[in-house]
């Protein structure tokens, strides 16, 4: 396939190395750092798919910019989640197709599938708190990760003593906390921790490398062209 990557730092030249040894081509590469190419050089004439992996600030111009030119779009920005609904409306005005995913590892994956399964049985047995803690390198822009966003989002479908989250110790038993570190070169972390008086049950998640990101965005890529739609790591992953 020919692979159209937009930003190319930590994420856009792991995903490009890995594009590479799977034996795809890349047909450009659009970043603040990388010449002047812009999306609107690309066609589905040139590019078979876009992988977007920016900034919080331009992720979504970035999306509507890969539909608009007809380019199947997988995007793997976060922090941009307020324009999301719009992104919806534009893939289907233009019946293009667009993939997100907070986190494409399919380790964490399997966690966010956990994680709801979790929250579940764990709200039926009362006396338990949850909370949520992400650890990441000092670089990183948005806080909480979209990862933490999504794993408070699942527990929050499932465990009805939490009706919305907080972005820092929880200030009433109602509220979920999402704990946020950034330090050192840590990739990602993800812990859910229930607590009782006596006992604590953990699900944990650590990303070693950028490797598992990179090739879930490839997986993703590989099967988005063809199909019309918004699509998630549950489609692809059939969890
Ligand atoms: N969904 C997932 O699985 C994962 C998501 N992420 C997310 O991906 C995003 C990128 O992460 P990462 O690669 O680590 O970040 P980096 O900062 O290492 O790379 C981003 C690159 O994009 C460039 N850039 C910024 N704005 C634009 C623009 N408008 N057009 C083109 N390029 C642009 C940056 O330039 P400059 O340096 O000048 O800003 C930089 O070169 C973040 O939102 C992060 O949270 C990261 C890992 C996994
Ligand atoms: O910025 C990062 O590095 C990461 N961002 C994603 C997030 O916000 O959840 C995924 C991963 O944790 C790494």
Known sequence: M?????????????????ARQRGHEI????DLHAGPATIADFT???ADVAIEFTHPDSAFANVAACL????????GSTGWLHHFEEAQALTAEVNGSLFYASNYSVGVNLFF???????????QFGGYDVAVREIHHT????????????????????????????????????ELAILSERTGEVV???????????DTLELKH?????????????????WLPGRRGVFGMKELLDL
């Open 68 to 75: 608009r030119q007809g380019l199947p779009v997988v995007c």
């Open 188 to 198: 990602g972390t993800h812990i859910v921790t229930y607590t009782s008086d006596v």
């Open 206 to 222: 650590e990303a070693h490398s950028r490797e598992g990101f990179a090739l879930g965005a490839l997986l993703a890529a590989e």
């Open 27 to 30: 047909a450009g590469i659009v």
């Open 2 to 18: 020919k692979i159209l990557l937009i930003g190319y730092g930590k994420m856009g030249q792991t995903i490009g190395a890995l």
């Open 113 to 123: 599938h956990f994680n709801e399964y979790l929250a579940a049985k764990m709200s």
């Open 139 to 174: 670089q990183k822009i948005d806080q909480p990760s979209g990862t933490a966003l999504t794993t408070a989002e699942g527990i929050l479908r499932h465990f009805p003593a939490k009706t919305t989250w907080r972005n820092a110790p929880a200030e009433s038993p109602a």
């Open 44 to 46: 589905p004439a040139t």
